[in-house]
Structures are given as C-alpha cells and as structure tokens.
C-alpha cells in the first residue's frame, strides 16, 4: 500500500518510519529542503511524558487577567478581529473546568506514557544519535501557590500511573548545583526522572536517513502542497508545486498549517498557531545538567550535548512567525536571573515558531470522514514529546489495527457533534 505523508516535522518522519518499517511503501512531501525546519527545529528538546496538565485548567483562569496586555506574560494575547483565534479562545475557556481539565490531561498523560516506550523502541532500533539524555526533568517553584499546585497535580497522576518525585527546596538544589548561583526563590520541586530529553531536529534527520536507506522511505523537499482533491469520501491526490501527487493512503501532518486545507474538504480542526521562542548557547559549568521547567515563569531549559536550550512563551500572533525580539529578551533576562554564571557575552541563537494547539490540549490523531485520509496534528507544546506514540496510533488507523491504547480523547470524533 502506497502512503503520501504530507509534511516531514516530528510527526510526519516518525509516521514514515513507523509505516516504513511495516512495510508501507512511503512517500514523504516538504515545502523545505530538509526535514524539522518549522516547529521541529529548535523546541523546547523535552521529552516531558510525564507533563500532562494541558494550558486550558482552571488555574490558568486567575492568572488571564494579569497576563493580558502584558509583553512579558507566559501568554501573551492581544485582541484580534480573527474568527479562527476567537473560536478557538471560546473553546480554550470552556474547556477550563476541572472536570475538562482532568479528562484532558488523563488522556494527554496516557499518550504521553505510551509514547515514552515507542521512543525507547525506536532509539534502539533505529541507534541514531540526537543529543539523547535521561536524567529526568526537574520542575522548580517560586511560589508556594504554585508548588501546592503541582502537589495536587503530581498526587492526581500518580493514581495513573506517572512516577514523579517531590523534592524540598535542599534536595532541588542538590539535584541541580547550578541553581544555587541564582537569586532566585525556589520553594521546591518535582523530579519527573522517568522523562527524557533531546534535539528534535538531530533526531528527524537522522530518523529520515535511516527510514530512507532501511525501509525505502522517500523524501521529496521543496514540494508545497496547496490542496487535497476528494471525490465521494475519497482522496483521489494532493495537488502540489510538482503537480497532482495519488497514493492509496493519506496523512496529514502539516502541523499548523493543517487547519485551512482540512477545512477547505469539510474538515474543521481548531488547530490554532500560538508562537513560542528559544535561545541556544553553549554550555559551561554554570548552566544545568538535567533539564529543567519553570513552573511559575513557564520557561524549559535542556541541555543537548554541549548546548542549552531555553525555550518559553505562548503568544498569539496567527501564522506570523518572525522573531520579537522583546519576547525572546524576555526569555533571556529569565535564563540570566536562574543561570547568572552562563556565558552570556557569546552569540546566541535565537529562533521563534508557532505550535499547532488544539483549544483542549491533546493532538487529533487517527480516522477522518474520508476513508483514506488520517490524521497526525494539532500537538501544540507537546509533539516531541508525543511524537512515536502518536506515530503508532496513526499506522495503527492506517492498518485496520485496534491502537496500542485508548485513543478516546485523541481523535477527530472529539469534535464532531
Ligand atoms: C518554543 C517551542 C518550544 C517547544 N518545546 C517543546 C518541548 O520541549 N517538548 C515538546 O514535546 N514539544 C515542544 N514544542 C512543541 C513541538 O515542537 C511541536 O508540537 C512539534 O514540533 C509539532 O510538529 P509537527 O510535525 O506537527 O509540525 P512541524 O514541525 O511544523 O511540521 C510540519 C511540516 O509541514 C510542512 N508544511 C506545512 N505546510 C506545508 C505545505 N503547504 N506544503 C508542504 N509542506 C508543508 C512544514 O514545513 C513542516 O516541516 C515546542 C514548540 C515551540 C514553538
């Protein structure tokens, strides 16, 4: 059976290489000359399986307010006549009740858990190198509001299966010596050990080249695709820069760019892009060991080798992606303040891209009206981290298999009243 992949980020080259290594005769099409040059490029570098609680939950409600207008908030929103954000904001409110919220991050963490053992799978199998490290992801608090939180939240998962360690302000500082150099308040935290880290564009690459030379997978860049051609529930081609493309299956993995040509066959996905920034320097002995997340900042530091990696914010802006410098000075002066004895007189790399969000959190994955048309989008702050479970789940799909795990909550059907 033939499979044209639409897009080659995290999710379209782990789908090459699930299917490709089933036996799928795999066809891989890219706007760009390589693979992960958009949202994959240069993320967070989390692998947080066990980071679960989605944006929209009633503790963010408090806090809206305050962010709103403010430059140098988490989430920055600034009102704009664009029908799609404001639907998409609807959405995101209702969906901040406990109720939505834990059944939203239940879902996300059974992904998430899932994923973590595919990923372990696909390492081994397929022994590339991406900047690969465990040694856990610690959660630091400046607030006791906000530590008492992520308690509750960390007793919450337990009851599913998540192992995280609570940690005193004394064990934080023993895990991570480094933050001992900041001024900075910390409470207290949590050790998610069990998660990992590394570089998504390192690891597409190499996943490509392994998928290209073991299972025959083909990659064609500087293919744009601009429309999906359907005739009774059918995809008959995807009609592209190179001309029409057919194949016997289809998967959608364009990431935020998913939504306007679903929408143009009848398909509405409340993907919506909300922009994030990263900085990349080279690490000395004043930056962190193991990767961390500011919890009350909602800011990522990993380290990827020799590098670090600092990544945050989540700002409305449509498909705009140019760089505000603002916002990423906003994320430097936060990565200053805990990690002072970095080297910060170097050049930095600095890098902004959006991430395609669904209003609820989880990605939409799977079966779509058309018979052979499948779904691997809407990640939004979570793809690298749900990339091989979602990889599965979709090959699954494609296969008539029944998924490795529960996948009520990760579909289209969630949306389809
Ligand atoms: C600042 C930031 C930090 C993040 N940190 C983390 C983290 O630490 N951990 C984590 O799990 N996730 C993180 N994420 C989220 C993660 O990066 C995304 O969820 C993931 O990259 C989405 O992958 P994708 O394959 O869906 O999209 P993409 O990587 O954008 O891939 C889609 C591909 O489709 C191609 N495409 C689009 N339109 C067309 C077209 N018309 N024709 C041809 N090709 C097209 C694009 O070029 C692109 O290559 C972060 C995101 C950001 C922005």
């Known amino acids: 059976m033939k499979v044209l992949i639409l897009g080659s980020g995290l999710l379209g080259v782990t789908t090459a290489y699930e299917l490709g290594k089933r036996g799928f005769q795999v066809t891989v099409l890219e706007r760009n000359h390589e693979s992960a040059r958009e949202t994959s490029f240069a993320n967070g570098g989390q692998l947080s399986y066990s980071h679960a609680e989605p944006w929209a939950s009633p503790s963010v409600i408090p806090k809206l307010p305050k962010w709103i207008g403010r430059d140098d908030a988490p989430l920055v929103f600034k009102f704009r006549a664009d029908w799609q954000m404001i639907r998409w904001g609807v959405k995101f409110l209702r969906n901040c009740t406990t109720l939505r919220a834990n059944v939203n991050c239940v879902n996300m963490l059974r992904l998430g858990l899932y994923s973590r053992k595919r990923m372990e799978e696909i390492r081994k199998d397929s022994g590339i190198s991406f900047d690969f490290g465990n040694s856990g992801i610690l959660h630091i608090y400046s607030t006791d509001a906000d530590f008492d939180h992520a308690k509750k939240h960390l007793t919450f998962q337990e009851k599913f299966g998540c192992n995280q360690k609570l940690l005193s302000k004394d064990e934080v500082y023993r895990l991570e010596p480094t933050l001992t150099n900041s001024s900075r308040t910390v409470v207290g935290g949590i050790h998610a050990h069990e998660d990992e880290t590394g570089d998504p564009y390192l690891f597409c690459n190499a996943l490509a080249k392994v998928a290209t030379e073991r299972y025959g997978v083909e990659f064609k860049y500087g293919v744009t695709i601009n429309d999906i051609k359907v005739e009774n529930k059918t995809v008959v081609a995807v009609s592209t820069s190179e001309g029409d ?22 398909i509405d996905v409340p993907i919506y892009p909300m922009k994030g920034y990263s900085i990349t320097i080279n690490a000395n002995d004043g930056c962190p060991n193991v990767s961390l997340t500011d919890g009350t900042h909602k800011i990522v530091y990993s380290r990827l080798g020799n590098r670090l990696r600092v990544a945050g914010t989540a700002e409305f802006a449509g498909h705009d992606q140019s760089l505000n410098e603002k916002r990423i000075g906003n994320i430097i002066t936060a990565a200053k303040e805990l990690f002072p004895k970095a080297d910060w007189s170097q050049t930095i790399d600095k890098w902004a891209c959006i991430r395609p969000s669904t209003p609820d959190g989880p990605p939409i994955i799977g079966n779509t009206p058309y018979r052979n048309l499948f779904l691997n989008t809407g990640h939004g702050t979570l793809g690298w981290t749900q990339a091989a479970g979602s ?8 296969e008539g298999k029944p998924p490795g795990i529960i996948v009520q909550g990760l579909t289209l059907e969630r949306y389809v009243k």
Do not use: E, H, K, Q
């Open 391 to 398: 990889a599965a789940i979709v090959s699954d799909a494609i």
């Open 245 to 266: 493309m057919t194949a016997d299956g289809y998967v959608m993995a364009m990431g935020s760019y998913s939504a306007p040509i679903l929408r143009n066959i009848g």
